[in-house]
């Protein structure tokens, strides 16, 4: 039903900037960006796999790993069919695979960062921070 397809991804210096992208392709009839949970996760080598931002599906609330608060942002284009991730003053840290991700989940937004939420899961595009 789902389709993510990310891009941006690249090679940058800590406290530079990078903007991700993620073409989404939805195959159910009048649904728009809106009727998905939909954000990013990462995974770092040798680490598990995070929540990085999320938008939830019931009521459109956004949220963040407290890692990322203040220098990451989330928005999403519904006429586009595009969610971004605008990543400022990035630290070696945030070095990962970043997935774009999407679900019908609608229950509660204490599990919204939860990776089992999510059954549709993009190819993954590859942050690198580093002098």
């Known amino acids: 039903q789902v389709q993510l397809v990310e891009s941006g991804g690249g090679l940058v210096q800590p406290g530079g900037s990078l903007r991700l992208s993620c073409a989404v392709s939805?195959?159910?009839?009048?649904?728009?960006?809106?009727?998905?949970?939909i954000g990013w996760f990462r995974q770092a080598p040798g680490k598990e796999r995070e929540g990085v931002s999320c938008?939830?599906?019931?009521?459109?609330?956004?949220y963040y790993a407290d890692s990322v608060k203040g220098r990451f942002t989330i928005s999403k284009d519904n006429a586009k069919n595009t969610v971004y991730l605008q990543m400022n003053s990035l630290k070696p840290e945030d070095t990962a695979v970043y997935y774009c991700v999407a679900s019908y989940y609608s229950g509660t937004d204490d599990l919204i960062m939860v990776p089992e939420v999510y059954g549709y899961w993009g190819q993954g595009t590859q942050v690198t921070v580093s002098s």
């Open positions: 939805v195959a159910v009839s009048g649904f728009t960006l809106d009727n998905y949970a």
């Open positions: 938008i939830s599906r019931s009521d459109g609330s956004i």
